[in-house]
């Protein structure tokens, strides 16, 4: 969950800017938290007290609601509505990332992070992204290789994960979609030697930066064995205390590794 927060901040800058390169400074005057950082504390807050998801992402949204939400999901939350509304976009990938710490079973895992994703992106590939994001995370926590969570990945979810981001930068563009943001977002982390190398690469592919670097930097979190300090207190110190309460909270519950 410190990776998805520390990627989106990082990557906030570079949503609309197609950066294509590694090479930038990761944390500038700018770099602010987003939609992805908000939406992954109120799905903490749900699993910390037992919340019901629609209640706390219209709470969130209320809160803060310049985050930059995509534009479906904020009239949802805006209309007070209980509905799904099919969504098959990332925002279902990207909050995903406490779940793979709140349960100690790869199938509760899956159960849940389907649970976090229904009440909006109830499309089949709303909740494949985030089922997905949340069993790779789950995997790479629990010490299994690179190569066996690309393999289990692939079997169970039928995403292509033997491209390499040097095939895929060159054509990327911005791409809202969980087909077109998690399998990347995975081959960014699968090519990355450590966590900051992980998070130059998702926003190198040159597309929606802030959860693209979100969803990598959940998984390279639970792989590397956290985040590196001088990029988690940039990060977390750009939270509110009302956000930076609920992370301290979740954290210390589930032995997040700080």
């Known amino acids: 969950m410190l990776g998805a927060i520390a990627g989106d901040v990082i990557g906030s800058v570079h949503e609309f800017a197609a950066t294509k390169s590694t090479d930038f400074e990761l944390f500038v005057e700018k770099s602010r938290f987003t939609d992805d950082s908000v939406l ?9 007290h037992e919340r019901e998801y629609v209640d706390a992402f219209h709470e969130y949204v209320r809160a ?17 509505r209980r509905d799904a509304y099919n969504s098959w976009g990332n925002g279902s990938a990207m909050r995903v990332s406490p779940v793979a710490y709140a349960f100690d ?8 992070a389907a649970r976090s994703a229904r009440v909006t992106h109830d499309h089949p590939e709303g909740v494949k992204g985030a089922q997905a994001t949340a069993a790779a995370i789950y995997l790479a ?22 491209q390499r981001l040097d095939e895929i930068r ?13 399998p990347p977002a995975m081959i960014a982390f699968f090519e990355s030697d450590d966590f900051e190398d ?5 926003i190198s592919l040159g597309g929606d930066a802030d959860t ?39 954290v210390n519950r589930h032995g997040v590794k700080r």
């Open 105 to 112: 079973s790869l199938d509760d895992v899956l159960d849940h």
């Open 212 to 250: 693209l670097a979100c969803i990598t930097g959940a998984i390279a979190e639970a792989h590397y064995g956290g985040v590196p300090a001088p990029i988690l207190s940039q990060a977390i110190a750009r939270l509110d205390d009302r956000l930076r309460g609920v992370v301290d909270a979740f």
């Open 141 to 162: 926590r629990n010490g299994e290789s690179k190569d066996r969570i690309r393999r289990e990945i692939t079997r169970r979810f039928g995403y292509d994960l033997q």
């Open 170 to 182: 060159p054509t990327y563009e911005f791409d809202e979609s969980c087909t077109g943001t998690v």
């Open 64 to 80: 803060y609601p310049g985050a930059g939400y995509g534009l479906k999901f904020f009239h949802w939350a805006n209309a007070a």
């Open 40 to 48: 992954t504390v109120a799905v903490a807050d749900c699993l910390l």
């Open 198 to 202: 992980a998070i130059r690469k998702a």
